[in-house]
DNA sequence: CGGCTTCTTGAGGTGCATCAAGCCAGGTGG
DNA sequence: CCACCTGGCTTGATGCACCTCAAGAAGCCG
């Protein structure tokens, strides 16, 4: 049995105060300090040992689940430590449009913090870990969490500018271009994260990536499949496999 | 004679480290406490009278005049006090890409933390008052500004919560939708200035609208003539009159 | 097995980009 | 003063890139 919080098609797409217990904490391995958490944004700089003392608590979420909800009191930002998200926002007419992906060292729930509540959701692609940094480490004057604020105005000066790439792709002149450039973020991603550049399985769904790209599913596959006949990549499913590095870069002219 | 720096035709695009002689400062007028900003930004709080000793330095930009520059060293964040901006990152081949319109209260620079350089360009669309909120007051630790990191923290998720809101209206169906869209954005934010929602001037032109919308400047003019034609706007130029807010929201849909 | 979601591929219609022409206002210089 | 130019705006004609609808294959799971 799965837990029922924000399962799609069993739970309310926005959130509503009702209370569900608690499921017990695991009471070990359930905590990340602030080098670790300084570590996955790669934000430059050592945590003092005194704010090192400092515990985050870590949250473990199935694949479909959501992390926040729309509407949901803020409750703090999120750090991906494992897995990969999708950040959404649904329309009244229950229509979703994909504003983000997120891996491993991104942040999430930025948009919490000027009404008091989420205005996005956040729901799981794969199982996934993330470290919460509660609203109240980040905004309690006189904490003295000096690294952390500056690490949080940083992280989220970060997120700006993903957010800024993601308008900008979503602009770009023809659907294959958008999906090659595509391509190639997902690629620099991996890369970043130790992974192969060449050869990765995307977390989403094309759904997912034609609402992120502004352009239908059938188009995303069309665009998939036009480049796989100009040798520069393979496609197999979800798995895909970069032949032509430069190739791709040259599409993006 | 003008002065050169970040005029459009005689300035370069990009920010290059030439020193340009600083003109001489007025020396009264030219100073906003941090109740003022508090103010302009519509941030909920009052200023101690210890932190409202502050003072941030004003500055005067003429309309195609930039705030800042892509590639710029970082060196604080800037809040509008009179006019209209744009912010538009420019790409290699010189093609611009707008982001966002910013007007009185909007807060602009945030990419800039991260990299320690702004990735983006602000250019005045009138001629603009902004207040320079510092880095070195942002970030200093042991400040003891605690009420100004709260604030820039809040004012800074606004701005992303805006950005999204850009984003998801650039995905609309439509053209029209978009346009009908984007005329409520407007209406809106005069409004919440204090000016009629119903009769306002655009403070800029078709190509910034379309750039904003994904559109090109003819699909803009034509959205406008259709929405004319329905009796739903009335059209001179730049000033827009909406004769039914009803029948512009209705078309939301 | 059957039901579900995801993905691919095809055919047809259309909304928008593109190219082009012309109007208007503001600025400049003879 | 007018002639000229430039930038912003409108409107029309044409082609094509993408959306839409539809059918079928492949994979997953109870």
Redesign the interface.
Known sequence: MMNLQAVPGTAPRVYSPIRVPERPRRSEGDWSSLQEVMDLLLYDGHASEAANGQLFRRRRVKAGQSVFLMGQPFDGLYVVRLGALKTV?IHD?GSE?V?SFSMKGDLMG??????DQY??EAVALTDCEVIRLPASE??M??RGC?EL??M??????????K??M???L??ASKSEVRVARFLLMQSNCFSALGYSPRRFTLPMTRRDIGSYL?VTLETVSRALSALHNLGIIEVASREITILSREALHAYE?
Chains 1, 2 share one sequence.
């Open positions: 926002v007419d449009h504003l930025t948009d919490g913090i000027c009404k205005c996005t980040l905004f004057p006189g000096n604020e500056r949080a105005y940083w992280a989220i000066s970060r997120e700006v500018v957010e800024q993601s308008y900008t979503s602009h502004s002219g």
